[in-house]
């Protein structure tokens, strides 16, 4: 065993306290879990909290009276200490030097693995996101789908999965005929030639190809036209198709490397849509995929979830086709406990049917629809077909302008190099921050200046809190070199102090709820939290300048906030800088 694994085996503090408590209770013959105790709703109530309902009905009590007489039997020990009935509860108090103590040691021990936890352990989950079209923009919205994602695969592997990260271009459809249209009709060469990002370049066409076509019947039928030749492999679109298509894929993949991310697998829906054709005589063969007015459907009006139509009148393949086969090859290939979407929620009740008629053929496995809202510019909503677009490139772009000047001048002896990773840094946390800092189902209103602004609820907030708790480390190799004290933990007494030991104690179960909920709004929340009570305790109190013994119990403090921060902005994927 490595020192590392060993490390995963000491017991985390938590369950130690509830451990505790568990066996306080024991001593007056009551039997509970560690899942019994509930956080009372503020601090000045305690730390955990025993609902003695339960218990009173078996001892035929009223709960109140039972918690006053478990609160005068109970003699506090351990890490409890102290507790007090309140109503029907029974709590209890942390003794917060001990816990602090221990609660370090653990955290500096661990280190990039506190927080993690065996939940799942062994459980394979793929997590399918991003998913962009290509011969389309890659508008600010498909950006939230990829924060999430990320951080989503960051968070599983943390409760011990292994996860295969999945993307699915959707590289076939209706979209692709419209841009190939557009191109072969309003489109030179040398315009082709002439762009310096052809990715962009094609968004851009497919925005102006629908403009074009409007409501026009006959250009909708060269539309068709062209849809029907790309699905029967006419060699001369085909070659199109994939000449542009890699415009795309090369433009997505500059992307993903800024973004820092990286997938597993790549599904197609080209090939998913073959796939789906393929099986269409064994579809046919369930009776609620049936022929209807020439066309393929499934029928699920009996499960209140309406019809799909899979294929079209004219025989050209509908989206639905090629989730079926997809979902199924997703499962064998990996053998999957848990496939996961990532999907926004437009496509919620899509997803239903597609679970439904998987369900029908037999196929019953575990798939989470994770869904999310869409995101907005004050201008209004986005979306590609309107025109009405910020794609990535362009925020990207404007954010990076303002901070590459605002980072020369804070830093005018800066060499360039310097300057330029550290703006792209703040600029990446600004953006997904951004994505990351709402509930999945709000709707977010992006504002890019809001999202840079080092004060407020942002990504580059993380950032300077962790640039300063930074510095004060690199000040104390100069000026606290050979203080050598003993530890004292009484020393850490400040309220703001034991603020912190409690969040920094909260951080494995706030992994846990991130999971559960496929939120990772809940992670941005804490790490935000943690930063401003750090910051507090930064104006509030000093560390170098404290008395030695202080002082050193403060840099165990700084150390452990200091761990937790890199953690939690690692699962976001929140680039760090050591100097802002
Ligand atoms: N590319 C699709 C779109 O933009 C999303 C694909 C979602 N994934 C899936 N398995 N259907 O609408």
Known sequence: MTDADKSAFIMPINEKIKKQIVNLLAKQKIKIIAEDLTIPPSPEMGDLALPCFEIAKIQKKNPAELAEELAAQITPSGLIINLKNIGPYLNFFLDYTRVAEQLFKEIQKKAEKYGQN??????????EYSQPNTHKEFHVGHLRNVCIGNALVNVYKNCGCKVVAANYIGDSGAHIAKTLWYLQNFVNQTDIAKADNQGEFLGR????????IGDNQDRKYQVAEILQKLENNDP?????????????????????RELKINFDVYYYESEEEKAGKKMLPKLLKYDFIKKSQGAIIADLQKYDLGVLV???????????????????????????DTSIYVIDNRQAQYLKQIFKILELMGFDKKMIHVTYEFVQLKSGIMSSRTGNVVTYEEVKQAALNKVIKETKQRHPAWPAEKISLASQAIVMAALKFGMLKSNNNKVITFDIEEALDVNGFTGPYLQYSYARLNSIFVKSRKTCAGIDVKLDYKNLAATIEKELVKNLLKYPQIILETKQTNDPSILVHYIYKLAQDFNAFYHELPVIQAEPAVMAVRFELLKSIKQVLTNGMNILGIPILKEM
């Open 118 to 127: 065996k939940q799942v352990k062994g459980q394979k989950v793929m997590i």
């Open 205 to 212: 066409a497919y925005t102006q190809a629908v403009a074009a």
């Open 236 to 256: 001369k679109i085909i070659k199109l198709w994939q000449q542009t298509k890699k415009w795309s894929l090369d433009h997505f993949q500059e992307i993903y």
């Open 310 to 336: 899979l294929i079209r009148k004219d025989g050209t393949a509908l989206y639905g086709i090629k989730d079926i086969p997809l979902a199924i090859k997703k499962f064998k290939k990996y053998k999957l």
